[in-house]
Protein backbone atom coordinates (compact mmCIF):
# COMPACT_ATOMS: atom_id res chain seq x y z
CA UNK A 1 0.00 0.00 0.00
CA UNK A 2 1.25 3.50 -0.88
CA UNK A 3 1.59 5.71 2.09
CA UNK A 4 -0.98 7.79 3.32
CA UNK A 5 0.30 11.40 2.98
CA UNK A 6 -0.28 13.80 6.30
CA UNK A 7 -1.37 17.30 4.73
CA UNK A 8 -1.62 18.58 7.39
CA UNK A 9 2.89 18.54 8.02
CA UNK A 10 3.46 18.45 4.06
CA UNK A 11 1.99 19.32 0.56
CA UNK A 12 0.28 17.00 -1.56
CA UNK A 13 1.99 16.09 -5.00
CA UNK A 14 2.51 19.01 -7.09
CA UNK A 15 -0.40 19.03 -9.98
CA UNK A 16 2.53 18.35 -12.61
CA UNK A 17 3.63 14.99 -11.22
CA UNK A 18 1.98 12.95 -14.03
CA UNK A 19 0.82 9.37 -13.62
CA UNK A 20 0.49 7.30 -16.96
CA UNK A 21 0.07 11.04 -18.42
CA UNK A 22 -2.44 12.51 -16.16
CA UNK A 23 -1.47 15.69 -14.54
CA UNK A 24 -3.99 15.93 -11.40
CA UNK A 25 -3.98 12.62 -10.38
CA UNK A 26 -1.17 12.07 -7.84
CA UNK A 27 -2.05 15.04 -5.73
CA UNK A 28 -5.74 13.74 -6.25
CA UNK A 29 -4.97 10.49 -4.90
CA UNK A 30 -2.85 12.56 -1.97
CA UNK A 31 -6.03 14.40 -1.09
CA UNK A 32 -8.26 11.66 -1.10
CA UNK A 33 -6.65 9.21 0.99
CA UNK A 34 -5.57 11.76 3.60
CA UNK A 35 -9.67 12.54 3.45
CA UNK A 36 -10.17 8.91 4.19
CA UNK A 37 -7.53 8.56 6.86
CA UNK A 38 -8.47 12.31 8.68
CA UNK A 39 -5.36 13.76 7.78
CA UNK A 40 -6.25 15.94 4.90
CA UNK A 41 -5.66 19.64 6.72
CA UNK A 42 -6.95 21.98 4.65
CA UNK A 43 -7.02 20.73 1.33
CA UNK A 44 -10.13 19.26 -0.24
CA UNK A 45 -10.87 16.48 -1.47
CA UNK A 46 -13.00 16.68 -5.75
CA UNK A 47 -12.09 20.04 -5.37
CA UNK A 48 -12.56 21.95 -8.76
CA UNK A 49 -9.18 21.03 -9.48
CA UNK A 50 -9.89 17.07 -9.27
CA UNK A 51 -13.36 17.72 -10.86
CA UNK A 52 -11.35 18.88 -13.85
CA UNK A 53 -9.85 15.04 -13.99
CA UNK A 54 -13.36 13.40 -13.14
CA UNK A 55 -15.23 15.60 -15.56
CA UNK A 56 -12.38 14.51 -18.35
CA UNK A 57 -12.74 10.79 -17.62
CA UNK A 58 -16.46 11.02 -16.89
CA UNK A 59 -16.16 9.46 -13.58
CA UNK A 60 -17.71 10.63 -9.87
CA UNK A 61 -15.50 11.57 -7.11
CA UNK A 62 -17.81 8.93 -4.86
CA UNK A 63 -16.29 6.57 -7.17
CA UNK A 64 -12.74 7.38 -6.72
CA UNK A 65 -13.50 7.86 -3.35
CA UNK A 66 -14.47 4.19 -2.85
CA UNK A 67 -11.16 3.38 -4.98
CA UNK A 68 -8.93 4.97 -2.87
CA UNK A 69 -10.38 3.64 0.01
CA UNK A 70 -9.30 0.21 -1.18
CA UNK A 71 -6.55 0.44 -3.41
CA UNK A 72 -2.82 -0.33 -2.58
CA UNK A 73 -1.23 2.12 -5.21
CA UNK A 74 -0.85 4.75 -7.58
CA UNK A 75 -0.56 2.04 -10.63
CA UNK A 76 -4.48 0.50 -9.28
CA UNK A 77 -5.71 3.60 -9.40
CA UNK A 78 -4.28 4.22 -12.78
CA UNK A 79 -5.39 1.06 -13.92
CA UNK A 80 -9.26 1.78 -12.63
CA UNK A 81 -9.34 5.25 -14.60
CA UNK A 82 -8.17 3.38 -17.33
CA UNK A 83 -10.42 1.20 -17.47
CA UNK A 84 -13.58 3.09 -16.31
CA UNK A 85 -15.66 6.34 -17.69
CA UNK A 86 -14.70 7.94 -20.99
CA UNK A 87 -12.07 6.00 -23.07
CA UNK A 88 -9.48 8.17 -23.45
CA UNK A 89 -6.14 7.41 -25.84
CA UNK A 90 -2.72 7.98 -24.72
CA UNK A 91 -2.53 11.18 -27.49
CA UNK A 92 -6.15 12.60 -25.56
CA UNK A 93 -4.25 12.36 -22.30
CA UNK A 94 -1.45 13.66 -22.97
CA UNK A 95 -3.51 17.17 -24.72
CA UNK A 96 -5.98 17.73 -21.96
CA UNK A 97 -2.90 17.13 -19.71
CA UNK A 98 -0.61 19.94 -21.23
CA UNK A 99 -3.71 22.28 -22.60
CA UNK A 100 -4.47 21.50 -18.44
CA UNK A 101 -1.12 22.52 -17.24
CA UNK A 102 -1.06 25.69 -18.83
CA UNK A 103 -4.00 27.03 -18.32
CA UNK A 104 -3.79 30.71 -17.21
CA UNK A 105 -6.96 31.59 -15.43
CA UNK A 106 -5.79 35.29 -15.41
CA UNK A 107 -7.37 35.03 -19.30
CA UNK A 108 -10.71 34.01 -17.79
CA UNK A 109 -13.01 36.85 -16.83
CA UNK A 110 -14.69 35.29 -14.82
CA UNK A 111 -11.11 33.69 -12.85
CA UNK A 112 -9.12 36.64 -13.76
CA UNK A 113 -9.78 38.82 -10.42
CA UNK A 114 -9.63 36.03 -7.84
CA UNK A 115 -6.63 34.61 -9.95
CA UNK A 116 -5.20 38.30 -10.09
CA UNK A 117 -5.85 38.31 -5.58
CA UNK A 118 -4.60 35.18 -4.62
CA UNK A 119 -1.19 35.79 -6.68
CA UNK A 120 -0.57 38.53 -5.28
CA UNK A 121 -0.53 37.32 -1.63
CA UNK A 122 1.96 34.91 -2.90
CA UNK A 123 4.27 37.78 -5.00
CA UNK A 124 3.30 35.99 -8.24
CA UNK A 125 2.66 38.06 -11.35
CA UNK A 126 -1.02 36.77 -12.44
CA UNK A 127 -0.65 37.59 -16.12
CA UNK A 128 2.02 35.24 -16.21
CA UNK A 129 1.23 32.37 -13.87
CA UNK A 130 -0.39 28.80 -14.71
CA UNK A 131 -2.91 27.51 -12.30
CA UNK A 132 -0.16 25.06 -11.43
CA UNK A 133 2.16 27.79 -10.52
CA UNK A 134 0.29 28.87 -8.34
CA UNK A 135 -1.05 26.38 -6.13
CA UNK A 136 2.87 25.10 -5.86
CA UNK A 137 3.12 28.35 -4.73
CA UNK A 138 0.68 28.20 -2.01
CA UNK A 139 2.12 24.70 -1.28
CA UNK A 140 5.45 26.14 -0.56
CA UNK A 141 4.22 29.21 1.70
CA UNK A 142 1.74 26.79 3.39
CA UNK A 143 4.55 24.45 4.55
CA UNK A 144 6.96 27.21 4.89
CA UNK A 145 9.19 26.56 7.66
Not at 92 to 101: G, I, N, P, Q, R
Not at 102 to 123: H, I, Q, V
Amino acid sequence: MSPVKDLTKEPPRSPRNRLSGYVIMARMIDKGRATIHGTVGEYHFACPLDQMLFTFKGVQADEVKKLLASSSDDAEVVNWFNAHGTPKTAEETKAWSDEVETSRPYNDPEKKDWFAGECAKLGLRPERSTLFDYLEADDAATFKK
